[in-house]
Structures are given as structure tokens and as C-alpha cells.
């Protein structure tokens, strides 16, 4: 399958700084990338569409100018969370859809913020 | 998307077959049924989709009952690797964002 990779894989910050995290398909274009964040022993909750060359959707809830998305190129998405503040801390997922394909999706390994 | 049902945890001798069942009673007729995996700590892995007919590939067998309300997903000789969450998702590829809603999955537990 598809090839999405995700970096870094464990970040620790201290609270009021900001981290990003890049998402790239390796092998792939993709116009769409979805960022998901899920806590412990919870499911994944979809974050955001990422679309490129224009601005990402967002899901309800989900504060924008927190989370910070850019998708520059037809591989490669970033978040970037901004003033991170303990409650951030969560593992965060990328996926990306092949072009002109059916619907299967390719996730990344995720990361995992903890921020102190 | 149609929303679907799972039992939210299953065991498995290891080497027998895991059958992991899934409802989908309000599933569209052009809405698919895909089944992804998460490993502890790791990123969803796709497994298989389908839309009516039974597919299989290199990792599992996926099985749609005739009125597409249900299906099941088939790991024909689970193995301790396959200790994951999975999630069974139905959606249309053809949506505007193509976006995947993951439910609470079942967490099998294969045991030696």
C-alpha cells in the first residue's frame, strides 16, 4: 500500500510553545490529508480536512487558529499547534486519500505530543 | 455516513479464525464498507473494503450479507500480531471530503 509518514514521532514541549508536525506521502500525490488526534483508550476524532492550496476544513469544535494547518504541496501537510498547553497532549494522525482512487485511506505512524 | 456497530471486544484462540461482526442498517446503496485496524500505539492500517460482493485479499476475508445491513470480517488464522482495535466504517467514496468517522471498533485480543 501507500506510504504515509509522519514526523516526529514523539515531541515533548513546554506549555506556551508551539510544535509542529509534518505529514508527507512518500509515494503518492494527495490533494486531501485528514489530521486526527486521539487520547487514551478513545478513538480517533477528525480534526480537520486538509486540502491543498486552499484552507483546511475544519470539524465542529475544533478551534482553527489553535491548530494551525497548512498543506503546501501535493505531499506534504503540516499541523502546527500553537501555545500547546498540557490538554494537548495526545497522539495526532495523519491520513491521506490516493488521487482519482476509490476511497481507501493511508494513515501515518502518528505522534505523540506531550507537552509539560 | 451511515453510522455502524460493533462489539467493543472479542477474543481469539491464536491460529483459529477471528470473525469480527459489524451492523450497518442504515448504510446507502452507494456507500462502502471499510475495515481498518490500529495497533496499540501505531497509525489505522487499512484492511479491505467492499460494497456488496465478498472480497478477499492477502489479509482478510470481508463478507456482506445480501441486504447489506451487515457484514463480518474474517482473519482466517489470527496470530498474536493481530491483537488491535478494529474499525469498521461505512462511507461513500464519491462524499465531498471523503472523509473517514471512526466509531469505537472492537478490540480483539488474540491469545496464545
Known amino acids: 500500500g501507500a506510504v504515509v509518514s509522519q514526523h516526529p514521532s514523539r515531541v515533548i514541549c513546554k506549555s506556551g510553545t508551539s510544535v509542529k508536525i509534518e505529514c508527507r506521502s512518500l509515494?503518492?500525490?494527495?490533494?486531501?490529508m485528514f489530521w486526527y488526534r486521539q487520547f487514551p483508550k478513545q478513538s480517533l476524532m477528525l480534526m480537520a480536512t486538509s486540502n491543498e492550496g486552499s484552507k483546511a476544513t475544519y470539524e465542529q469544535g475544533v478551534e482553527k487558529d489553535k491548530f494551525l494547518i497548512n498543506h503546501a504541496s501535493l505531499t506534504l501537510s503540516t499541523l502546527t499547534v500553537t501555545s500547546a498547553h498540557p490538554e494537548d497532549s495526545s497522539f495526532y494522525i495523519c491520513s491521506a486519500r490516493l488521487l482519482g482512487n476509490t476511497g481507501e485511506l493511508f494513515f501515518g505512524e502518528g505522534s505523540r505530543l506531550t507537552v509539560l | 455516513d451511515a453510522k455502524t456497530t460493533q462489539p467493543p471486544s472479542m477474543d481469539c484462540a491464536e491460529g483459529r479464525a477471528a470473525n469480527l461482526p459489524c451492523n450497518h442498517s442504515t448504510i446507502s446503496g452507494n456507500e462502502y464498507v471499510y475495515w481498518y485496524r490500529q495497533i496499540h500505539s501505531q497509525g489505522p492500517q487499512y484492511i479491505i473494503h467492499?460494497?456488496?460482493n465478498n472480497e478477499t485479499n492477502e489479509m482478510a476475508s470481508l463478507i456482506i450479507t445480501e441486504d447489506r445491513k451487515s457484514s463480518t470480517l474474517i482473519l482466517p488464522h489470527a496470530t498474536l500480531r493481530d491483537t488491535a482495535v478494529y474499525y469498521c466504517?461505512?462511507?461513500?467514496?464519491?462524499?465531498?471530503?471523503?472523509?473517514?468517522?471512526f466509531g469505537t471498533g472492537t478490540l480483539l485480543a488474540v491469545q496464545p
Open positions: 509515494d503518492f500525490q494527495a490533494t486531501t
Open positions: 467492499g460494497l456488496k
Open positions: 466504517i461505512v462511507r461513500s467514496p464519491g462524499g465531498a471530503t471523503n472523509k473517514l468517522i
